[in-house]
């Protein structure tokens, strides 16, 4: 089992960042692979950004390039979303997941992941 919390959502001004945190627990960080994932009012769950176990491949979302980045501190058990110049449109529940793999590959899909966080709310405000 591996317990996530995400923290570090809130309101800001479009154009504005956050860096959003997502602490794990329960077994070796470094097992998994790692997912960011968001849900806004009335729409699908998507895609956000993928890091794999020892953060050597990353991949975001084409809506999000250029402005989020993924990372990972896997002494600390925590994995990142840094999210720049946001806009209104990236207001949502953001998720995170943890997949088990021993792989380097990374997982954009949602059905890929076993464990997933509560969520926290990030809202941008125009």
């Known amino acids: 089992q591996v317990q996530l919390v995400e923290s570090g959502g809130g309101l800001v001004q479009a154009g504005g960042a956050l860096r959003l945190s997502c602490a794990a627990s329960g077994r070796t960080f470094s097992m998994y692979a790692m997912g960011w994932f968001r849900q806004s009012p009335g729409k699908e769950r998507e895609f956000v950004a993928t890091i794999t176990r020892f953060g050597g491949t990353k991949s975001v979302a084409d809506s999000v390039k250029g402005r989020f980045t993924v990372s990972r501190d896997n002494a600390k058990n925590t994995v990142y979303l840094q999210m720049n110049s946001l806009k209104p449109e990236d207001t949502a529940v953001y998720y995170c997941?943890?997949?088990?793999?021993?792989?380097?590959?990374?997982?954009?899909?949602?059905?890929?992941?076993?464990?997933w966080g509560q969520g926290t709310q990030v809202t941008v405000s125009s």
């Open positions: 997941a943890a997949k088990y793999s021993l792989t380097y590959r990374i997982f954009p899909k949602e059905d890929d992941y076993e464990y």
